[in-house]
């Protein structure tokens, strides 16, 4: 019988629970069809599971189809336990995603997709409530191709068979030239191509109506095959729990050999040089039980053969992601937690007795990353975001029954540097000897910590190179901005010293680290925060307050994407902004607003010098972290500080001095390759901002030609009309006006969603919208004589610096980026509304409100729309009023039956 691991993933509510709910249905593994709303479904057996609707922790059940064994993994679909959720896949063979038809690809989706393709495993895609009939397949597979991969391929039951074989040949060249030459794919060849991850078969159906889940098990049975696996034991361990007697339960895969009761289990490798110096405690414990779980049920066995899933008591050392036998560690997970909370615990309980408990909760689940602050005296918790609270104080209780509540979240930082630099650590107290010479170079956005040797054994012995890089490994080092972890820095060992006598295991690590410590200091630091990539659809008439929104945050975003009376906004923004923003959305969108987030890494902090300020560290008072080294003359050890370890070191700058000239050589050869573009490049960095505005800004100091008409005030709210007449009042406000220039400035696309011709074009068409609304301010201007200024933002690509461009007689600018439209008019009307009479068309009431603030009149886009017809009456009127002086024209002389008889409209003519 073919045995297979298979893990079932979603976004929440797409139905992955009720799918797994009917695939134990249909297989006869459960006699009641169990549903989350009714709080009775098999594998959400936790209460709180039940009570939210949501899987909280990875479940398992075992089900059996024809001949097939499915080892089913149900795992959690909310983002704030996507942990757990990435350290099963990595004991997975296949993996089903479930996809809601209703709602297509959302924002988690899209990370499963990633995660998917980077522990590379085949995936079968089930969409899930077609019986809503919201959207048809074509444009579902449509999306699917443009957003996952081209390989997704409709295997659905009851299509034409050539049409299935012309699909799967576009797959991939081999699957082409096999259709080319018999007519037809073979089976195996479909295995194959699914097994690769070229192919991805979609099925379609309705989990709660058990529709097409049966397609699925016949697809599973069918196009899938079994892993082979060595003879040695070896296993992953993906996850630690404790049963209702408190028994701890290691949640093992069994990846080769064979695993049997009461046998000797080690985390000791071969390929692992194990010493009193190694960090890593060795163990050897015996295993008691090996349980096979289906839901909270279990039944015992003997041994296990490889491909098996199973949970064993007796060992208390595993951790989640360790390799036993044969088998390495697994990856650490990519999403990482991105909040600290405090726990604030009862009055009456101990800091230090409850410390120890959570000990256990951190081993079940290490990105909970519990910290102790011994300046503080509290425990702070690491976690993806505040839906994990509310299960924490839940789990607490049950546990320790301990009332625990959290205070509000922080952001965790981190640091980075900017350029390479050598840091040195020097540890000599009497009888004691060590120095390491470390190059730290910033690297790769999201690369982490990177670790490297280049120091050569004649100098320092590998033994000792490789004590001094465990030590590099085994710690959380710190920055010296806030405190906060480094990230994103390669770290090559380059020069070390040990003495034949006198050097221990722990005298590196004192001065490895440091090293590091003495590095950061000399280093030009920069502080990182976490970003979120989000996605925001939303109504078309909201686009212009979510775009104020972001760029409010400190957020960036593309176009927007227009779908009828809808629009997505796709960008990023940080953590520490856009937390909690899902319920503004919600309001001003009357519930219609659907905002998805998911962790983006680090970029640099918005407003480092306020963090900075706040968090308040000191990198000299941290004692647990010294920058400074100890030294030895005359048999009296004594410190030295960090910038003066240079004038005591004892291995010669030289090394290392070499080591930075080669580095930069290697870099000058390759900057010379592209000497033209980089130059550009950093010009255009280096420019500065101020003049960006002051070309803006002389938009407005620019006289545009000699005014024709005689500007006479009116009573209309944008100023200046022609009057045929002018009474001796209308006369005197003139003269004290006359030096007044006016300006109109327009928010473009606020007015393009308000105005409903315009807002129809964008749908198909948002550059000729954009056109449409130039052309007629164009018209305005020219009997208005007035300034107009229309503003585009967030239209240029990222890192724009904004533009300013001249189109027939109006200005039009494009922001740069961070900046949108109101944040610009609001500037400029600042600057000129003193001197000047300003109106500004918006219908953003909270614009209007700062725009009175600024001295200037506001105007909503229903009203420019009217002041714009009523002006073309005007000069309708005007035209049609005016004499002829004595002069015939072709149209006058022209009879009234000719222009009923041809296509031309006499005010054409």
Not at 681 to 701: A, R, V
Request: aromatic share 8%; net charge negative.
């Amino acid at each position: 019988m073919k045995k297979l691991v298979i893990g079932i993933l979603a976004h929440v509510d797409a139905g992955k629970t009720t799918l797994a709910e009917s695939l134990l249905y249909l297989t006869g593994s459960i006699r009641k069809f169990g549903r989350v709303d009714h709080k009775n479904a098999f594998l959400d057996n936790y209460d709180l599971e039940r009570s939210r609707g949501i899987t909280i922790f990875s479940k398992q059940a075992v089900i059996s189809y024809k001949n097939l064994e499915i080892t089913l993994l149900d795992t959690p679909g909310h983002v704030d336990f996507s942990a757990e959720m990435e350290r099963t896949l990595q004991v997975l063979d296949y993996a089903i995603l479930v996809i809601s038809g209703s709602d297509g690809i959302q924002g988690h989706t899209e990370t499963l997709w990633k995660l998917l393709c980077q522990y590379k495993i085949p995936t079968f895609l089930f969409i899930n409530k077609m019986d809503l009939k919201v959207r048809d397949i074509q444009s579902l597979m449509d999306e699917f191709k443009e957003k996952l991969d081209e390989g997704c391929v409709d295997f659905s039951k009851g299509q034409d068979i050539n049409i299935l074989m012309e699909n799967l040949a576009l797959c991939h060249e081999s699957l082409l030239n096999q259709y080319i030459e018999n007519g037809s794919i073979n089976r195996n060849s479909i295995v194959e191509a699914i097994f690769e991850r070229k192919v991805f078969p979609c099925y379609f159906g309705s989990a709660l109506k058990i529709d097409g889940v049966e397609e699925l098990l016949d697809g599973l049975n069918q196009y899938t095959k079994s892993n082979k696996y060595p003879t040695d034991f070896a296993a992953k361990v993906y996850k630690i729990s404790r049963d209702e007697q408190g028994n701890r339960l290691t949640h093992m895969k069994i990846t080769g050999g064979l695993l049997k009761v009461k046998m000797e289990l080690t985390n000791k490798k071969e390929s692992r040089i194990v010493s009193d110096l190694d960090h890593k405690k060795t163990w050897e414990e015996k295993v008691d039980q090996i349980r096979i779980y289906s839901g909270s049920k279990y039944y015992t066995v003997d041994q296990l053969e490889a491909g098996t899933v199973c949970a064993v008591t007796g060992l208390s050392n595993t951790f989640p992601g360790e390799g036993l036998g044969m088998e390495e560690d697994l990856n650490i997970p990519i999403l990482k937690p991105v909040l600290t909370y405090q726990l604030i615990l009862p009055p009456e309980c101990n800091a230090f007795s409850v410390l120890s408990q959570l000990r256990q909760l951190e081993e079940e689940d290490p990105m909970l990353h519990i910290v102790w602050h011994e300046k503080l005296q509290e425990i702070h918790i690491q976690l993806m975001g505040e839906v994990q609270t509310e299960i924490l104080k839940t789990l607490i209780k049950e546990r320790f029954n301990l009332d625990v509540e959290f205070g509000p979240g922080n952001i965790l930082y981190k640091e980075t540097i900017e350029e390479a630099v050598v840091g040195v650590g020097h540890f000599e107290p009497l009888r004691h000897y060590a120095e390491v010479h470390l190059l730290l170079e910033p690297g790769e956005p999201g690369s982490g910590l990177i670790f490297d040797s280049k120091c050569s054994e004649d100098d320092l012995e590998g033994s000792w190179q490789r004590l001094i890089l465990t030590h590099l490994k085994e710690k959380e080092h710190l920055g010296i901005l806030t405190g906060s972890p480094i990230t994103d820095i390669k770290i090559t060992l380059i020069a070390g010293r040990a003495h034949l006598k006198h050097t221990e295991g722990g005298d590196f690590r004192q001065a490895t680290y440091r090293a590091i410590r003495q590095g950061l200091k000399k280093a030009k630091s920069i502080l990182l925060e976490p970003y979120y990539s989000f996605k925001l659809e939303l109504p078309t008439e909201n686009v212009g307050r979510a775009m104020t929104d972001i760029q409010r945050m400190k957020g960036s975003f593309d176009p927007p994407q227009i779908n009828g009376d809808m629009a997505l906004l796709i960008g990023n923004a940080p953590v520490a902004t856009m937390s909690g923003y899902q319920v503004e959305v919600n309001a001003y969108t009357r519930g219609r607003g659907n905002l998805f987030c998911t962790p983006a890494g680090y970029q640099p902090c918005h407003n480092f010098e306020e963090v900075i300020s706040k968090i308040d560290y000191d990198s000299e008072q941290d004692f647990d972290n010294p920058t400074g080294s100890v030294f030895c003359s005359h048999g009296e050890s004594f410190l030295v500080k960090w910038d003066q370890v240079e004038e005591y070191m004892h291995i010669e700058s030289a090394i290392w001095n070499q080591y930075l000239k080669d580095k930069a050589e290697d870099k000058a050869v390759e900057e010379d390759k592209n000497t033209e573009p980089i130059k550009n490049k950093s010009l255009s960095k280096n420019k500065d901002f101020w003049q960006e505005d002051k070309e803006l800004e002389e938009i407005f100091t620019r006289t545009y030609g000699p005014i024709k008409q005689s500007p006479v005030y009116t009573q209309s709210r944008l100023g200046y009309e022609n009057k045929k007449a002018q009474t001796k009042k209308a006369y005197i406000k003139t003269e004290a006006n006359k030096k007044l220039k006016e300006y109109l400035l327009v928010d473009g696309y606020n007015i393009i969603f308000s105005w409903d011709e315009l807002k129809e074009l964008a749908t198909e068409n948002m550059d000729a919208a954009r056109y449409r609304l130039m052309d007629i301010l164009c018209n305005y201007q020219g009997f208005k004589k007035c300034t107009v200024i229309l503003v585009f933002d967030a239209y240029k690509v990222k890192g724009g610096l904004g533009e300013v461009q001249k189109y027939k007689n109006i200005n039009v600018v494009y922001t740069k980026e961070a900046e949108t439209a109101d944040q610009y008019i609001e500037k400029v009307t600042y600057e000129i509304a003193k001197d000047n009479h300003v109106v500004v068309a918006t219908s953003d009431a909270l614009e209007q409100l700062i725009i009175l603030g600024r001295g200037a009149v506001r105007l909503s886009a229903n009203d420019l729309k009217e002041e714009i017809i009523r002006v073309n009456t005007i000069i309708r009127q005007d035209y049609m009023d005016k004499p002829s002086n004595n002069k015939a024209y072709m149209g006058e002389l022209l009879s009234e039956e000719w222009y009923k008889g041809s296509n031309i409209m006499k005010e054409d003519i």
